[in-house]
Every structure is written in C-alpha cells, then in structure tokens.
C-alpha cells in the first residue's frame, strides 16, 4: 500500500520481530517464552529459508510470519501464515492491510500456489481483514460447511 513501508526482515531484526510478537501474546493473554527467546527462535527461523518476517511501520509496528513447506498434493511450495499484528496504536491505517498484501506477494515470488491461515473466531477485525483480502473460512464456496482448525501440544 502506498506509503506504508514493509520490509523483509533479517537475523539483526530478530529482537524487533520477538518484541511484537511477544506484545501480541500478552495482548491476547496467550503464553510467551519471552523476548529474549523469541528473538532466539526467530533468529534461527529467518536465517534459513523455510520462515520469512516481514516488519511495517517505522517503529516497527507491525510484523507477519510466513512458513513455507511442499504440497504433498502439488509438489509445488505453500505458505502458513503464522502470525500477523499491529501494534494497537496503529491499527485502523492500513498497516495489516499492507503486511497481508506483500505476504501473500512475497508466497507467489516462492512459487507457492496456497497460503492459509488460522485466527480466533472472536477476532472480527483479522477475520474482516482476510476476508475482504479474498480467504475463506469455508469448504466448497459460502454455503458449503465450516472448516475448522486443531491443534494439540505433543
């Protein structure tokens, strides 16, 4: 979007990157490792090929994690985004908007022919925010059933 800088992070960003997504876990009262950990893990992750952040906003305020892994079905790359957040004092300028956009650019430089997502039903404003950008939270069109997402820690 024009005017909103976003930028491929690398491993020197890694403390930039840990403190938003630490800020959105506490944000959403989920757990965190912490900073320091985070900055760790996200140092590893962008160092190698298979993870991308992207960080907007000057501060930066805004950060979007994308993993990448081969379709089974395909052959051809897919993209997860992991994370996206904007820091609450600039939400509502555009900033997720422009983070989604150059994450789902970013997946079709890859080559990655789907990108998915998960986000909490309560969450109106991403649910908003992916929708208008083109996802679907169903199978086989508007009337077809729910998809839902799992998870278990192992």
Known sequence: MAGIAVRRAGVA????????????????GEPSPGIEALS???GELVAGDDATALLGG???DGVSLVRFRTSVWTGAPEANL??????????????????????IELAR???ATFIDLGTSVTDTAARGLYESAGF????GGPDGPSMLYYEREI
């Open 13 to 28: 960003d890694a403390g930039a990157v840990a403190r938003l997504l630490h800020d959105f876990n506490t944000e959403f």
């Open 40 to 42: 760790r893990h996200v």
């Open 58 to 60: 000057d501060g930066p």
């Open 82 to 103: 992991q994370e996206l957040y904007v820091a609450p004092a600039r939400r509502g300028e555009g900033l997720g908007r422009a983070l989604l956009e150059a994450t």
């Open 109 to 111: 430089e890859r080559g």
């Open 136 to 139: 679907t939270n169903r199978e």
